[in-house]
Nanobody
Framework: QLQLVESGGGSVQAGGSLRLSCVAS????????MGWFRQAPGKEREGVAG???????RYTDSVKGRFTISQDNTKNTLDLQMNTLKPEDTAMYYC?????????????????WGQGTQVTVSS
């Protein structure tokens, strides 16, 4: 079973940057559609960005132009570069994998999840 481990969260002031990373534990990684999700206290989990095995990306509107998702299939890694962070970006961030190509950025399509990494942005 695919296992995902995130790292790179932390605390930063508004306007700052963070880079999240996710490592997959086994081969076949490149066949999955990968995504980053986040969940703030009291809110539903939302899809932030996704990337297909051919490199096609998509983003939720609130992060377009600020976040960049990327992957290295040789290293089984997925990254999320987050720039110009805002207090509303504060959340637990999760790496997730789907076997459905171009899966909608909705939790129900992603059966594999990491444990999450906390991002806190102060004003």
């Amino acid at each position: 079973q695919l296992q995902l481990v995130e790292s790179g969260g932390g605390s930063v002031q508004a306007g700052g940057s963070l880079r999240l990373s996710c490592v997959a534990s086994r081969g076949g990684y490149s066949t999955y559609y990968m995504g980053w999700f986040r969940q703030a206290p009291g809110k539903e989990r939302e899809g932030v960005a996704g990337i297909d095995s051919d490199g096609t990306t998509r983003y939720t509107d609130s992060v377009k132009g600020r976040f960049t998702i990327s992957q290295d299939n040789t290293k089984n890694t997925l990254d999320l570069q987050m720039n110009t962070l805002k207090p509303e970006d504060t959340a637990m961030y999760y790496c997730a994998a789907s076997m459905l190509r171009f899966a909608p950025l909705s939790s129900q399509y992603f059966p594999y999840w990491g444990q999450g990494t906390q991002v806190t942005v102060s004003s």
